[in-house]
């Protein structure tokens, strides 16, 4: 009898415990709960999102291969990509890929579209900075084409004013020449240079560094 006492006893302080804090203990655990509900809700949802995404992105793709491509349909996949699911993978490849289709047609103004939606969507510390990267280097090259050498300045400058991969260096500098600033130019070149590997690089920086004739 006395063991049963004694055993009961020891539940004494946590019941207490339990009592004293009762709403704190269910508010806390009632948190986790929607905590809880919140991650499996989400993983479903983003699990559905991709399934969708990856069935738009094949009919995207299977169109851009018929000989007798219908832009409009191309058009409205990669929006409705864009505007659904944007966060998914499959809308930047899709918007990578019609970008370069625009391009190839000489469609630079859907083309620079497309890119600044890229750039859009994987901008930010989260972002994806490859595909970033692709859809400022190439956007910058249109705009080039179209002497618009501040906007294609504007476009990689994040990239060019600290150490990046040599070719965004050298494109800066092409871009500074284009604008008469050779000091400036030539900087970018060094760094470039300092940054390409195979000596077919080097020597094309070499010789651009020649022009400036500085």
Do not use: C, W
């Not at 207490?16 to 905590?35: G, N, P, Q």
């Not at 103004?109 to 990267?133: E, H, P, Q, R, V």
């Not at 280097?137 to 179209?146: D, K």
């Not at 300045?153 to 020449?177: C, F, M, P, Q, R």
Request: without cysteine; positive net charge; proline residues 0%.
């Amino acid at each position: 009898m006395n063991n049963v006492y004694e055993n009961n006893m020891r539940f004494v302080p946590l019941l207490k415990f339990l009592d004293k804090y009762k709403k704190s203990i269910i508010f806390i655990l009632s948190l986790i709960l929607v905590a809880a509900t919140y991650i499996v809700i989400s993983n479903q949802i983003s699990k559905q999102n991709h399934e969708n995404a990856a069935k738009i992105y094949k009919n995207l793709l299977l169109e851009i291969e018929l000989e007798n491509q219908d832009i409009e349909k191309i058009n409205d996949l990669v929006q409705n990509l864009l505007t659904d699911y944007g966060k998914t993978g499959y809308t930047q490849v899709a918007l990578l890929k019609k970008a370069s289709l625009d391009a190839n047609n000489k469609n630079f103004s859907s083309a620079l579209k497309n890119y600044y939606d890229l750039i859009s969507i994987t901008d930010g510390f989260n972002g994806n900075k490859i595909f970033n990267k692709l859809a400022r280097v190439n956007a910058a090259r249109i705009h080039i084409s179209n002497q618009e050498y501040d906007k294609a300045l504007n476009l990689i400058e994040k990239y060019s004013s600290s150490s990046t991969n040599a070719y965004i260096h050298e494109l800066t500098g092409d871009i500074l020449v284009k604008k008469n600033k050779n000091e400036l130019a030539l900087a970018q070149y060094e760094l470039a240079s300092d940054k390409y590997s195979d000596e077919a690089s080097k020597s094309i920086i070499s010789m651009k560094i020649a022009n400036l004739g500085i």
